[in-house]
């Protein structure tokens, strides 16, 4: 069969995907690569039979399926390598170029396939080896993955703590607003000042901490650190998949759960942060036909990104803009309807703003950031837009959270980390984060300090509502470079002094 039967242009058909899903399978769910899968074979099945008709020949018609597989899978890749290159100051390689390049490559490589080979069925042997070797590699990135992953989940469910049960049981709510800055890097790095949202919360019973850092420098880090309340090197997660189990079966989740809590979650766009084994995982709605994060990274390397006008796939490409607005815009409309489900509620809120791509204005319209080529005075510009968008819904979701509900509830809001990357070019501007805690009935500025960070959050809200007694760490900041996220060293505290 692998001598007589070309089914190479199959498998290569399911390379570009797999091996795409490969390379991002510690930011996307598995299920996300079905679909594109099953589309990628069936359009090179479709090519093929179509082709096999045509040439009535099967050596020939593999040959030239896999001709038009290459043409279509790589040309948006070429693209990104080249479309940057000038010559005298004029880009070569555009869209208007490169196409009808790739087009004289395709002829050519037909016309040689349909008339120098003497015997192509000769090469379908060798194709049909090459084809299955291809598809080890990525496979077996993805399953070992996905077993680690699931055993890690499964020893974290077996380890469930054991709570005592008390009469005051409020709902709990972690509002987390992913690289939402400290008070004074808005006011002292980007030109905002965020004073009235903060007062807006103090008002509202808050207690914000002025003085708290994330105690690392990347959601993939900060986030199971605070759910377990604990660093990451005294619960061993030194490995992704340690880090991403303890994210999403940690020990407050447990806790919770044990103790007759329904957890709720929603959907984010990035898989480790996406809770979808929640007792209430509440959706966004959206056509089946939408793309996801990933199928729109697919797109993007094949030859429908001339249909993109050439914009980066990272931030500035419609769709994901078009996505995450409407995740937020879904979150934030659900989670005020959830006093009114009975039970008590453990809510995990994770959402990705002002954290890009930039997708909101002040005011709630489609942000304008043009993407590559901002300067950095309109990339900070972007970033306060939609941080003066989330501070108004913020409030309008916790005026709903305290009005409806029967008995007042527990809500932090807290950023994750600082601005992103392109905002922040040090520890001084990376670490300072929003930390805001609403504890009903309880003295605040008895449990709570200016410097408290989120890895004692929890023990605060264990102890004063769950009968815990933990202890308070001390407040540590770990910061690493962007190029390496795991090269993260101690930091000290960059709060100011206040003026």
Same mark, same amino acid.
């Given at each position: 069969m692998l001598r007589r039967l070309p089914f190479y242009p199959l498998l290569f058909a399911l390379f570009p995907v797999l091996s795409l899903a490969a390379h991002n399978i510690q930011e996307i769910a598995v299920n996300v690569v079905y679909r594109p899968l099953l589309i990628s074979f069936l359009l090179s099945l479709t090519v093929f039979i179509l082709m096999r008709a045509l040439l009535r020949d099967w050596p020939r018609a593999g040959l030239m399926t896999l001709v038009s597989l290459l043409v279509f899978f790589t040309y948006g890749q070429v693209y990104d390598k080249l479309h940057e290159v000038s010559l005298f100051g004029m880009s070569v390689f555009r869209h208007r170029t490169l196409l009808p390049a790739f087009g004289l490559l395709a002829v050519g490589s037909a016309w040689f396939i349909l008339k120098k080979p003497e015997r192509p069925a000769a090469l379908t042997f060798w194709l049909n080896i090459f084809s299955i070797y291809l598809l080890i590699y990525p496979l077996f990135g993805i399953t070992s993955n996905v077993v680690q992953q699931r055993s890690a989940d499964a020893a974290l469910k077996a380890s469930t703590l054991q709570p005592p049960s008390g009469a005051e049981k409020p709902d709990v709510y972690y509002i987390i607003l992913d690289a939402y800055g400290r008070q004074d890097v808005l006011r002292d790095k980007l030109n905002y000042d965020n004073s009235p949202f903060l007062d807006a919360l103090r008002d509202r019973g808050f207690y914000v901490a002025d003085c !708290?850092?994330?105690?690392?420098?990347?959601?993939?880090?900060s986030i199971p650190s605070s759910l377990n309340y604990d660093y990451l090197e005294s619960l061993g997660a030194t490995a992704h998949k340690d880090r991403i189990a303890l994210l999403k079966h940690g020990a407050v989740r447990s806790i919770f759960e044990a103790d007759g809590y329904q957890v709720v979650a929603f959907p984010t766009g990035w898989s480790i942060t996406e809770w979808t084994d929640a007792d209430l995982y509440i959706d966004y709605e959206h056509p089946v036909t939408t793309l996801t994060e990933f199928e729109t990274l697919i797109v993007n390397t094949t030859l429908l990104r001339a249909a993109n006008g050439g914009r980066s796939p990272d931030q500035t490409?419609?769709?994901?803009?078009?996505?995450?607005?409407?995740?937020?815009? !879904?979150?934030?409309?659900?989670?005020?309807?959830?006093?009114?489900?009975?039970?008590?509620?453990?809510?995990?809120? =994770?959402?990705?703003? @002002? =954290? @890009?791509?930039?997708?909101?204005?002040?005011?709630g319209e489609p942000g304008q950031f043009k993407g590559d080529g901002a300067t950095y005075a309109e990339t900070a510009a972007a970033y306060v837009d939609q941080v003066k968008f989330i501070d108004k819904q913020i409030l309008t979701v916790i005026d709903v959270l305290q009005a409806d509900s029967d008995q007042p509830p527990v809500i932090i809001v807290q950023g994750d980390h600082g601005?992103?990357?392109?905002? !922040?070019?040090? &520890?001084?501007?990376?670490?300072?984060?929003?930390?805001?805690? &609403?504890? @009903?009935?309880k003295q605040m500025d008895k449990l709570l300090y200016p410097s408290i960070s989120p890895v004692n959050t929890f023990r605060v809200v264990l102890n004063s509502y769950f009968g815990e007694n933990l202890p308070l760490l001390e407040d540590k900041? &770990?910061?690493?470079?962007?190029?390496? =996220?795991?090269?993260?060293?101690?930091? @000290?505290?960059?709060?100011?002094e206040k003026p």
């Open positions: !708290s850092q994330s105690n690392y420098a990347y959601t993939e880090y490409t419609a769709s994901l803009k078009d996505l995450r607005r409407a995740r937020t815009l !879904s979150l934030l409309a659900n989670i005020k309807k959830l006093p009114r489900v009975k039970g008590n509620l453990f809510v995990f809120a =994770h959402l990705v703003i @002002p =954290h @890009p791509p930039y997708s909101f204005g002040p005011d601005p992103p990357p392109e905002l !922040s070019l040090t &520890y001084s501007e990376k670490m300072p984060i929003l930390d805001a805690y &609403y504890l @009903p009935g900041s &770990y910061y690493a470079p962007n190029e390496n =996220h795991a090269a993260y060293q101690l930091v @000290p505290n960059s709060c100011p």
